[in-house]
DNA sequence: ATGGTGTTAATACTAGGTACTAAAACCAAG
DNA sequence: CTTGGTTTTAGTACCTAGTATTAACACCAT
């Protein structure tokens, strides 16, 4: 990497630690070809923290999706969730998730949202799905918002009776009840 | 936080950096209410690394996988087809079908296999599911084979009955009725 | 040659450790 | 009660990746 001038250093130093945020200040030295000062004054000048700083950053994000497990586990995106009640989840039906033939969505994606929605409120560690019933009540096509809302309506022992809702726009398009079973031991 | 003998001590230290990997050693030591060196020796004799290392690595796997089910038409492998009457399909449980915390399969993907099963049975040219009655029957890990069996075991008008078996290779593992719906004119 | 900007160097200090040695504290059996 | 072993605490030197600050040098233009 060649030596240039400050202005497009600190470009290429943003660039840098935005796509490598591992890098400490010494590599990223090497990289730009100046001095580790150099690299120091340029970062107080952007405002751009310390490694450590910049590894911590990007590891609470990274938790926040574990933690509340259900973000990353989640079929769709959760908007809402109060959990041990009720939640909120929204899939935006694309293109790869339709019957080449029929331009119809593939049934599963509904069930997945609702499916993994149903688990998400649930507050407990560990939780399976024993039953669902479904029904699918119109076809839905790509570019529709799917709104799903799950409600826990009955709690008998480690069973949760779960209702989940899914509306497009216009209609509920599905509906799905589901005993799911929490498992309160670790294997 | 109450005094404890070592073995204790050393259980809740595993399972409070599990927990929150960014405690430092010191406030470790203030949680367990002992000195920072006796952290540091029952980090060494567990083998839990430093705090910055622990952060480190929460990062490192913050590599998202997205969900994806299969983009083809059917999950798992179709390897008998009697179109109209029956079918059995094949799905080896993989890494990315588990629940990270739990290492149980999403339920979504037997699912998904027993549904594009018995879509893959009718014998029209488009057909959607309009219920479905599913039962989970026991956990399933990976590295399980699923091997679906479904049957139309009733016809009326447009509507196809369908029943699907889902073993493992010592139990039935899940159950699913499903009633399709062919749409020649329909919607 | 004199400034002004840009860059590098050097020093003192910090957090959160490792690695090691040594001294206490505790408990259990002879 | 004393002796020995485990457990816990203390203390030191050293490490990395910094912050904060002061000083010196390099370069370029007026």
Same mark, same amino acid.
């Given at each position: ?41 340029? #970062? ?41 009640? =009720?939640?909120? =989840? ?10 080449? #033939? ?64 899914? #509306?497009?726009? =216009? ?17």
């Amino acid at each position: 990497m060649a030596r240039v001038k400050k202005k497009e250093r600190q470009a290429l130093l943003q660039k840098q630690v935005k796509a490598k945020p591992f890098l400490t200040d010494e590599e990223l030295a090497g990289i730009l070809e100046v001095s580790i000062q150099t690299i120091r004054l340029d #970062r107080m000048e952007l405002g751009i923290p310390e490694v450590r700083e910049r590894i911590r950053k990007v590891a609470e994000t990274a938790q926040d999706k574990i933690v509340s497990m259900d973000k990353g586990e989640v079929v769709g995106e959760l908007i809402d969730l109060d959990r041990g009640h =009720s939640g909120i =989840s929204l899939l935006r039906v694309t293109e790869d998730m339709l019957f080449a #033939r029929t331009r119809i969505a593939k049934g599963y994606f509904m069930f997945a949202q609702a499916n993994s929605l149903a688990l998400a409120i649930i507050d407990a560690p560990m939780a399976v799905t024993g039953v669902a019933n479904i029904k699918y009540k119109t076809p839905i096509h790509a570019g529709e918002m799917l709104v799903a809302k799950a409600e826990i309506v009955k709690q008998r022992g480690n069973k949760y009776f779960v209702w989940v809702k899914t #509306r497009n726009d =216009s209609h509920e398009v599905f509906r799905a009840k589901f005993i799911v079973v929490s498992m309160a031991q670790e294997n």
